[in-house]
């Protein structure tokens, strides 16, 4: 096993893109994607976090599953025995096959024959760990007498509950695919596969079938993924099934969101990695049927999130109990849970309602989660990671023992450090999309993509340094051919923090954002939040745009108790926090003035290259006397993503501007 190991933290993942797997995919819905293999990352920003996922973060975890025993329970498995001790959790098996569907797809962007190797022998150890009819459960069969006592006794017994059966097989099949079309091997493919048509035979409304869902959602967006990949049709009816079952089951409850049928909720409820799943499973399956009843309750459900449950870095899931939304409003910020993997489910559902509906409004909400509320659960060198993202911090643990607020290298439970292995080395695929003869630039990051468009090849070199500032410059590097550029303008530089009234900006900027197609500006209306140039594109036509990016003040709706009297921070796609290292007073204290001044300062060698924002402010506390006293203070503020790689201390996000909001502390040697 230590072999194993070894050849994944020596792998260099050279390489560049195969020719050939690059493509864009046909994924059954309206917009199609554009594969991250197909797009060549040169970034500075995300060019940085993509070399941290390859070279620390996969690497580490693959130590980990070693490390901690869970390539042990396959090897377990394979020859049970009624002595084994069934430890861990339930769900281990995941921690292996997140890891590597992050590895295959650094694997399709930088080819590397050691790192495939690696997996092929991790391969072998659960291929041998699969029983007969396909069934892949190490909990249960490694010790089938006494299996891990989340698991019930028999297959299927307690998957509503702590089994994660279905659970192990969603993630199974995103990494089995992800392996596929990466590796053009079947060696994963088939073992999800022959464990996909176990369940099929198993579960559902036929005579002898047992009628359950997923306690834990993935499966259906999983099985949704596999259909696509194999043609299969019985696994889109599975994934179906397991929503339309949803509330008519023994489990009827807000937790699992199956309080009633998924076509009669309205509201996002329960434990929020759950829900962000089981609502990207709703989306593909509207997309893919073409149910107007799918796409009408996936569309409340959104309204519901991003109008009341959202919180400014795009983090979902207010509660530490249950892990779980709280009610319309509830946002608090110092005991705010927002999940790691809530935070890439909120991507997942985003990216599918705009495959569903073509409309800039997802990326919005996208693209706020993914700069704020996601890589902040990572650090920036790849070797730690954040379970819970509060928005304030004031030193003391307001969570579990296993769940704190300083980052570690890994989890008891691990979902949030194998989930990030595994969505990073996606990001390139989220930049572009096509439909017929348009091409959707939603996303602003220094690359080079090769497109079919219209069955035509095109390639585009986009240059930026977004988001530290709001210049693009795009380039058709090959290709003439009609079609139209659909360029994303941005809800921030439109004076929309969000599209919904949750969050509003508090002052009088007005940001503009300008186009030019070889130095001639173009104009036009916005349609859902593109702007279209449409024309017949020749080799070396340079597409170039402005937005202004201003340091902004946010203030939260009335509704929002948590932020009366108090503003946020941000500039362009980042919100921004003040953290104590660099200020010389309490954060927790500060009272900002009521027209702040920002002054943005490039700090390019610390925490891997900031802008900051330093104002003018007030820090209050109580003098000899017991007075109040204000003393001026210069406040710095850094990105939120970035805190807490400098030890611990205080950290705000919502800051307050009216004095009822405000602390004060007793002065130094009271």
Same mark, same amino acid.
């Given at each position: ?170 993630? *199974? ?47 259906? *967006? ?18 179906? +099934?397991?929503?339309? $079952? ?7 409850? *807000? ?30 399956? $509207? $997309? ?8 009408k309750a996936i569309d409340r459900i959104w309204e519901n999130i991003v109008g009341k449950k959202i919180y400014i870095t795009g983090g979902i ?83 579990? $023992? ?8 890994? +989890? ?134 402005? +937005? ?5 003040v946010v203030k939260a709706n009335d509704k929002v108790e948590a932020d009366k009297g108090r503003v946020a921070v941000e500039r362009g796609p ?36 900031i802008n900051e924002l330093v104002t003018d402010a007030q820090s209050l506390s109580y003098n000899e006397a017991g007075k109040l006293a204000a ?33 004060? *502390? ?5």
């Amino acid at each position: 096993m230590k072999t194993l190991v070894t050849l994944a933290l020596v792998a260099t993942f050279a390489g560049s893109m195969s020719a050939q797997k690059k493509q864009t995919i046909h994924s059954g819905y309206p917009i199609d994607p554009v594969s991250f293999t197909a797009v060549k990352v040169t970034d500075g920003f995300w060019g940085q976090r993509l070399d941290a996922s390859r070279k620390v973060t996969i690497p580490l975890a693959f130590s980990k599953c070693e490390e901690t025993g869970r390539y042990e329970n396959f090897i377990k498995a394979a020859h049970p025995s009624d002595d084994y001790k069934v430890e861990g959790f339930s769900f281990d098996d995941t921690d292996v096959y997140k890891t590597i569907e992050g590895a295959s797809y650094s694997l399709q962007t930088y080819p590397d024959k050691k790192l495939e190797k690696y997996i092929d022998s991790v391969l072998v150890i659960v291929a041998g760990a699969q029983e007969p009819d396909g069934y892949l459960y190490t909990a249960r069969t490694m010790n089938p007498k006494h299996p891990h006592n989340w698991s019930g006794p028999e297959r299927w017994s307690e998957v509503e509950n702590l089994s994660h059966e279905f659970y192990n097989l969603g993630h *199974m099949v995103e990494g089995a695919v992800a392996h596929y079309q990466a590796t053009g091997k079947r060696n994963f493919l088939d073992i999800a596969i022959r464990y996909a048509d176990c369940v099929c035979r198993n579960i559902g409304e036929a005579n002898g079938q047992k009628r359950v869902i997923p306690g834990h959602q993935i499966a259906e *967006m999983a099985l949704v993924r596999l259909y696509t990949v194999t043609g299969d049709k019985k696994y889109l009816d599975q994934a179906k +099934f397991f929503l339309d $079952a949803r509330g008519t089951t023994a489990r009827k409850d *807000m937790y699992l969101q199956s309080h009633k049928p998924v076509l009669e909720q309205d509201e996002a409820v329960g434990h929020a990695v759950r829900a962000g799943y089981m609502y990207s499973g709703m989306a593909d399956v $509207a $997309a893919i049927t073409g149910d107007s009843s799918y796409i009408k309750a996936i569309d409340r459900i959104w309204e519901n999130i991003v109008g009341k449950k959202i919180y400014i870095t795009g983090g979902i899931g207010a509660r530490h109990e249950g892990e779980a939304f709280g009610d319309n409003y509830e946002l608090p910020n110092l005991t705010a849970y927002n999940e790691t993997c809530a935070a890439i489910g909120n991507v997942y559902m985003n990216y599918r309602l705009f495959l569903l509906h073509g409309d800039a409004k997802y990326f919005d909400v996208l693209e706020r989660t993914l700069y704020n509320g996601l890589i902040s659960g990572v650090s920036l060198d790849g070797g730690k990671f954040f379970y819970p993202n509060p928005l304030s911090y004031d030193g003391k643990y307001h969570f579990n $023992a296993d769940h704190t607020i300083t980052r570690q290298p890994w +989890f008891g439970c691990a979902c949030c450090p194998s989930n990030i292995s595994r969505f990073i080395p996606s990001l390139p695929g989220y930049v572009y999309a096509v439909k017929d003869d348009r091409v959707y630039v939603n996303l602003f990051l220094s690359n080079r993509a090769e497109l079919k468009v219209n069955n035509k090849k095109v390639t585009l070199q986009q240059e930026t340094a977004y988001p530290w500032n709001g210049d693009i410059r795009l380039t058709v590097a090959q290709g003439n051919a009609p079609f139209t550029m659909k360029i994303r303008i941005p809800g921030w530089v439109r004076n929309n923090v969000l599209p919904s009234d949750l969050y509003a900006y508090a002052d009088n900027q007005k940001p503009t954002y300008r186009v030019r197609l070889n130095g001639q500006e173009v104009q036009g209306k916005l349609t859902d939040g593109y702007l279209d140039i449409n024309r017949k594109w020749k080799k070396g036509d340079v597409v170039e745009v402005h +937005f202004d990016m201003l340091p902004r003040v946010v203030k939260a709706n009335d509704k929002v108790e948590a932020d009366k009297g108090r503003v946020a921070v941000e500039r362009g796609p980042i919100v921004y926090c003040a953290e104590w290292p660099d200020n010389n007073f309490n954060v927790n204290t500060v009272l900002l003035n009521r027209n702040p001044q920002f002054k943005v300062v490039e700090k390019p060698d610390m925490l891997y290259g900031i802008n900051e924002l330093v104002t003018d402010a007030q820090s209050l506390s109580y003098n000899e006397a017991g007075k109040l006293a204000a003393k001026d203070v210069q406040l710095t503020l850094i990105p939120y993503y970035a805190w807490a790689h400098r030890g611990e201390g205080n950290m705000d996000v919502w800051l307050p501007m009216e004095v009822s909001a405000a602390s004060a *502390m007793p002065q130094k040697g009271e």
